[in-house]
Antibody, heavy 120, light 107 residues
């Protein structure tokens, strides 16, 4: 079964750091670009970051640029999001999602999400 | 950034009705438009990609159309399990952006 499973969410103080992970299974992880998308409580979906299949190219939303780092370990079939200098407005469910092969960016497989709460 | 504007923000319809949701891009995005369904507490699910191609396993009562800046998602013969929030998303250029969502309620 094709699956993405996030972990690592939790409560962190403003200014703190957290790393969330996304374990992939059921497909050739190293062949796919991957994304992080977040959703604040009761709000809509917001794209956060993208990484290409070998990890050599990354892209970020302006709201997280310089604070968040996306990376991957293809040997471990795992995607990461390192989040530093966290703010209250980063509070959200963080989803990892797979970009299907082909033209344009869409998200065909999603994880269940991991909740990150930034609060003192 | 490309802004995506969805309308309406919510609607209520009866089982069997035909429902149309619109999505407008602030600039032309060709056919790089995708639609998702999200139920409460769940991850979004891809319904339609490239404006009009139905994702595998999605019921044929869902259909998408449009190109350039104006797009629609149509649900024909609305079913109780279609109660959800629907989002459009442009895949033309980063930052990737979503519409604000349309909440569909079943009367």
């Amino acid at each position: 079964e094709v699956q993405l499973v996030e972990s690592g969410g939790g409560l962190v103080q403003p200014g703190g750091s957290l790393r969330v992970s996304c374990a992939a299974s059921g497909f050739t992880f190293s062949s796919y670009w991957m994304h992080w998308v977040r959703q604040a409580p009761g709000k809509g979906l917001v794209w956060v970051s993208r990484i290409n299949s070998d990890g050599s190219s990354t892209t970020y939303a302006d709201s997280v640029k310089g604070r968040f780092t996306i990376s991957r370990d293809n040997a471990k079939n795992t995607l990461y999001l390192q989040m530093n200098s966290l703010r209250a407005e980063d509070t959200a469910v963080y989803y990892c999602a797979r970009r299907p092969q082909g033209l344009g960016d869409s998200f065909d497989i999603w994880g269940h999400g991991t909740m990150v709460t930034v609060s003192s | 950034d490309i802004q995506m504007t969805q309308s309406p923000s919510s609607l209520s319809a009866s089982v069997g009705d035909r429902v149309t949701i619109t999505c407008r891009a602030s600039q032309s995005i060709s056919n790089y438009l995708n639609w998702y369904q999200q139920k409460p507490g769940k991850a979004p699910k891809l319904l339609v990609y490239a404006a009009s191609t139905l994702q595998s396993g999605v019921p044929s009562r869902f259909s998408g159309s449009g190109s350039g800046t104006d797009f629609t998602l149509t649900i024909s013969n609305l079913q109780p399990e279609d109660s959800a929030t629907y989002y459009c998303q442009q895949g033309y250029r980063t930052p990737l952006t979503f519409g604000g969502g349309t909440k569909v309620e079943i009367k």
